[in-house]
């Protein structure tokens, strides 16, 4: 059993980075799972995968959003992070952090319940 907590800013100006971070809290299940993932859904829209971080570092973004887009690991506080640069109203969203076996995938094996991101000013 693997469990993800979401946190970061649920309001966020236009143009501002977006930082949000994924807390890990496992059982011995956690060296199954390899994909540390960032997905999205927008009001009224569907699942979007934004990219990805390997249990051994290496990082894989949606090519729609990889000009903005970096994650990376904290290993000492069991934690992988999002930041979304030069956001704007078309980044809001509900945003997941999830792990898998897939890349790519927008239903991961574990998922957290997801934060409210809004971009207004």
């Known amino acids: 059993q693997v469990q993800l907590q979401e946190s970061g800013p649920g309001l966020v100006e236009p143009s501002q980075t977006l930082t949000l971070t994924c807390t890990v809290s496992?059982?011995?299940?956690?060296?199954?799972?390899?994909?540390w993932s960032w997905i999205r859904q927008p009001p009224g829209k569907g699942l979007e995968w934004m990219g990805a971080i390997h249990s051994r570092g290496s990082t894989y973004y949606s090519p729609s959003l990889k000009s903005r887009t970096s994650i990376y690991w904290d290993t000492s506080k069991n934690q992988f992070t999002l930041q979304l640069s030069s956001v704007t109203p078309e980044d809001t969203a509900v945003y997941y952090c999830g792990v898998g076996r897939v890349l790519g995938a927008t239903a991961p094996r574990y998922r957290g319940q997801g934060t409210q991101v809004t971009v207004s000013s």
């Open positions: 496992s059982g011995s299940t956690t060296s199954d799972y390899y994909y």
